[in-house]
C-alpha cells in the first residue's frame, strides 16, 4: 500500500503564477481533504471532496479551488499566487465512516 | 466553534523523562480528538485518537493520551523520552465523525529531546 502520495515535492512559482498540486489516495479511501500548513504554523483546512464534489470549505478565497477524478485522485488548484501562498500544502485521505485521515508527505511551494 | 489551544510552543525534556504535552479544546459537542507528529519536511502521522470509547486512549510509540471532559483537555504523556520522539505535536479536533473530518488544528508543540 503506497499512502498517500502527492507531487510535486517542492514547487518554486512566481507571483501572479497558477499552480496545481496532485494527491492519490490511500488505497480503499473515496475523500480527499486539502490544508496549508504555514511555517510554524498548524495545518488549516482549505477544503474537502468526495464524490467529485466539494462537500467542505474553510477559510479560503476563491482563488483555491479543486478537483477529484472518478478514481478518487485529487488536484488543488490555486490561482494569481501571492507570496503569502508560500506554505506546506498536505492532502489527507480518509474512508466514509471513519474518522481517521492519513496524510501525505505534503508539497512545499514557494512563492516569490 | 470548535478550536483547540496547544499551551507552550516548545517542550524541552532529557532522555528518559516524562513527556507532558497539553490540548484544550472548545466545542460545542462531544468532540473528536486527535493527536499527530510531524517529522522535519514530513507530512502527518497518526499517534491516536478518541472516539468517545475508553476516556484513556493509548497510540503507536508509547504514547497515550486522557481525555477530561470536565476539564475540556486531551493531554499527550510518554513515561519514558527516546532521542528519536524529537518533532512537532499537534492535536486536533473534529465533530463530523462520518467524514473523516474536516481537522482544526492547534499551532503544534516541538518537543526537543536532550541526551
Known amino acids: 500500500d503506497a499512502g498517500v502520495t502527492q507531487s510535486p515535492t517542492h514547487l518554486i512559482k512566481t507571483r501572479g503564477q497558477q499552480v496545481t498540486l496532485r494527491c492519490s489516495p490511500k488505497?480503499?479511501?473515496?475523500?480527499v481533504s486539502w490544508y496549508q500548513q504555514a511555517l510554524g504554523q498548524g495545518p488549516q483546512f482549505i477544503f474537502q471532496?468526495?464524490?467529485?464534489?466539494?462537500?467542505q470549505r474553510g477559510n479560503f478565497p476563491d482563488r483555491f479551488s479543486g478537483h477529484q477524478f472518478p478514481n478518487y485522485s485529487s488536484e488543488l488548484n490555486v490561482n494569481a499566487l501571492l507570496l503569502g501562498d508560500s506554505a506546506l500544502y498536505l492532502c489527507?485521505?480518509?474512508?466514509?465512516?471513519?474518522?481517521?485521515?492519513?496524510f501525505g508527505q505534503g508539497t512545499r511551494l514557494t512563492v516569490v | 466553534a470548535q478550536s483547540v489551544t496547544q499551551l507552550g510552543s516548545h517542550v524541552s525534556v532529557s532522555e528518559g523523562a516524562l513527556v507532558l504535552l497539553r490540548c484544550n479544546y472548545s466545542?460545542?459537542?462531544?468532540?473528536?480528538l486527535f493527536w499527530y507528529v510531524q517529522y522535519p519536511n514530513q507530512g502527518l502521522q497518526l499517534l491516536l485518537k478518541?472516539?468517545?470509547?475508553?476516556?484513556l486512549v493509548k497510540g503507536i510509540n508509547g504514547f497515550e493520551a486522557e481525555f477530561k471532559k470536565s476539564e475540556t483537555s486531551f493531554h499527550l504523556t510518554k513515561p519514558s523520552a527516546h532521542m528519536s520522539d524529537a518533532a512537532e505535536y499537534f492535536c486536533?479536533?473534529?465533530?463530523?465523525?462520518?467524514?473523516?473530518?474536516?481537522?482544526?488544528f492547534g499551532q503544534g508543540t516541538e518537543l526537543s529531546v536532550k541526551p
Open positions: 478518541y472516539t468517545s470509547a475508553a476516556t
Open positions: 466545542s460545542s459537542v462531544p468532540p473528536y
Open positions: 471532496y468526495y464524490e467529485e464534489e466539494e462537500r
Open positions: 486536533a479536533v473534529t465533530r463530523s465523525y462520518n467524514q473523516g473530518g474536516k481537522l482544526i
Open positions: 489527507a485521505s480518509s474512508f466514509q465512516g471513519q474518522t481517521e485521515a492519513f
Open positions: 488505497s480503499g479511501h473515496d475523500t
